[in-house]
């Protein structure tokens, strides 16, 4: 079982950064493929970005592609999320999630293989 913890989210202005972290508990951070999803008021969760339990393989929504990055740091067992060139609509709870039990390569872009999920952090973008 792994506990996962977000940070780094706040207020920030339109065309600003930030970086989020999820810091992971337990021994095994680096069988897990990862994932960031996000949810604005009144909208279904969504998803943002994939990463392999490797690292060597990404995909990301197409509203985020180019702005945002995805990694992670194994020996650390933290993920990362920087986000750059933020608009408005990027507005929302930013949650982490883990799968277990999956191929040094595999990447999840829906919520059904993630068995593990933070509480989230929320991010504000002001225009």
């Known amino acids: 079982q792994v506990q996962l913890v977000e940070s780094g989210g706040g207020l920030v202005q339109a065309g600003g950064s930030l970086r989020l972290s999820c810091a992971a508990s337990?021994?095994?951070?680096?069988?897990?493929?990862m994932g960031w999803f996000r949810q604005a008021p009144g909208k279904e969760r969504e998803f943002v970005a994939g990463i392999s339990s490797s690292g060597a393989s990404t995909d990301y929504a197409d509203s985020v592609k180019g702005r945002f990055t995805i990694s992670r740091d194994n020996a650390k067992n933290t993920m990362y999320l920087q986000m750059n060139s933020l608009k408005p609509e990027d507005t929302a709870v930013y949650s982490c999630?883990?799968?277990?039990?999956?191929?040094?390569?595999?990447?999840?872009?829906?919520?059904?293989?993630?068995?593990?999920w933070g509480p989230g952090a929320q991010v504000t973008v002001s225009s």
């Open positions: 999630a883990a799968a277990a039990g999956f191929g040094t390569r595999a990447v999840f872009t829906t919520t059904r293989p993630y068995d593990y």
């Open positions: 337990g021994r095994t951070f680096s069988s897990y493929a």
